[in-house]
């Protein structure tokens, strides 16, 4: 199962490769240079696969969890002072994204949205300490009442050049379903109240929608 946001880029993809193969076919003679050459281009498009897949996960909504936004590794979680929509100390868990893992955003709670904002920026590798800060992202602030509201971040990073972002003001939500996408993947930040229960260490890895972040 593909996502939504990869349909046009795979047809572009399997016309590009048939033509390569084709091209190859004809103009390559050596048989181990036609070969390789036809596994590069094989690779390529397994690769394209993988960034737009999207395993359908369904779980058992639970308003007291939390869950991970994105598929990927816990690469931070720290106190820190959100200047963006709180503006006072928050939990922040950052979850980075490979080129091979799953790129969909997923919503981490169910409730309602109350905040999403675009910011136009740069592409600095998702790593950069204030990647955060100055690429390009999206801002979401989901509501309800255990948790009361939560914030996270899609952040594009040095390959990632378009953020997809489906949160609307106002709309209630699903726990776990497809809250947006980003093209060929960066990090995400999730900014929890002080008082949640962090249920993950670092440098651990999780899953989208099915990985609990944190518990209240």
Not at 21 to 46: G, K
Request: glycine content about 6%; hydrophobic content about 45%; aromatic content about 10%.
């Amino acid at each position: 199962m593909f996502h939504k946001e990869g349909h046009k880029i795979i047809m572009i993809t399997i016309a590009v490769v048939v033509l390569a193969i084709l091209c190859i076919d004809y103009f390559i003679s050596m048989e181990w240079l036609r070969t390789s050459l036809m596994l590069v281009v094989i690779a390529f498009f397994v690769i394209i696969l993988q960034f737009f897949r999207n395993p359908k996960r369904i779980g058992t909504p639970n308003e007291h969890h939390a869950l991970s936004p994105v598929d990927g590794k816990v690469v931070v979680i720290e106190e820190v002072f959100e200047k963006e929509y709180f503006k006072d100390k928050r939990i922040q868990v950052s979850v980075f994204m490979s080129p091979i893992n799953v790129h969909v955003t997923r919503y981490p709670i169910g409730g309602n949205v109350v905040f999403s904002k675009y910011h136009p920026g740069k592409y600095l590798v998702a790593w950069h300490p204030k990647a955060s800060e100055e690429n390009e992202r999206t801002t979401v602030v989901v509501e309800n009442k255990p948790f009361g509201k939560i914030l996270y971040r899609q952040i594009a990073g040095a390959l990632a050049k378009r953020i997809v972002n489906y949160a609307v003001v106002d709309a209630p939500i699903k726990q776990g379903a497809d809250s947006g996408f980003i093209k060929f993947g960066s990090r995400v930040d999730l900014f929890l109240p002080l008082d949640a229960k962090i249920k993950v260490a670092l440098n651990q890895k999780v899953k989208g929608g099915v990985s609990v972040i944190a518990e209240k």
